[in-house]
C-alpha cells in the first residue's frame, strides 16, 4: 500500500511496463544495455589471448565486497529487464544467473576464472534480447 493507504499500482503482482517504451525506445534500451554488458564483461583483454574481461571480473580481485559489487551491477540488467516487461519466469532465470555468478564467483581465484568465462550481464541481456524479439516488441 501507497502511504495514504491506496494500492501500490507499482507492485510486482500489478507491474506495467514504463508507458513510453516503444519499439524503437526498447531497441535503444538493448543498445544501452549491450554497451553496459560489454563494459561490465568484456572491456579488456587479455594480451596474446582472445580471452575478454570487464570491470565485474576486475572488482571480483576484492573479497566479498568485490562480489557482492559486481552482483549489484549484474542486477541493473535485470532491473531492466522487469521495467520493459519480461516476464516473471524470465527474471527469475536472471536472478539466478546474477546469485550464481555471485556466489561461484565468491570463491577465491577460481571464482574469479568463473566470473570471466560466465559473463553474467551479457548472458541475461542476450536472454532479454531473445524475449523481445520473440515477442516482436524490438
Not at 4 to 15: I, L
Not at 60 to 66: A, L, R
Not at 88 to 103: A, C, F, Y
Request: with cysteine.
Amino acid at each position: 500500500n501507497g502511504p495514504r493507504g491506496e494500492k501500490d499500482e507499482r507492485c510486482w503482482k500489478n507491474r506495467v511496463t514504463h508507458p513510453r517504451l516503444t519499439g524503437e525506445a526498447r531497441r535503444k534500451a538493448l543498445e544501452r544495455l549491450d554497451r553496459v554488458a560489454f563494459v561490465l564483461d568484456s572491456r579488456f583483454r587479455i594480451p596474446g589471448t582472445p580471452i575478454r574481461f570487464g570491470f565485474d571480473q576486475m572488482v571480483s580481485f576484492v573479497p566479498v565486497v568485490g562480489d557482492a559489487a559486481g552482483g549489484l551491477m549484474a542486477a541493473y540488467v535485470v532491473h531492466q529487464a522487469a521495467r520493459h516487461g519480461a516476464p516473471r519466469r524470465l527474471i527469475i532465470q536472471m536472478m539466478i544467473n546474477v546469485g550464481l555468478d555471485v556466489t561461484l564467483g565468491s570463491v577465491p581465484v577460481a571464482g574469479t576464472v568463473f566470473d570471466v568465462f560466465f559473463k553474467v550481464s551479457k548472458r541475461n541481456v542476450r536472454l532479454l534480447r531473445r524475449y523481445l524479439e520473440e515477442e516482436g516488441a524490438v
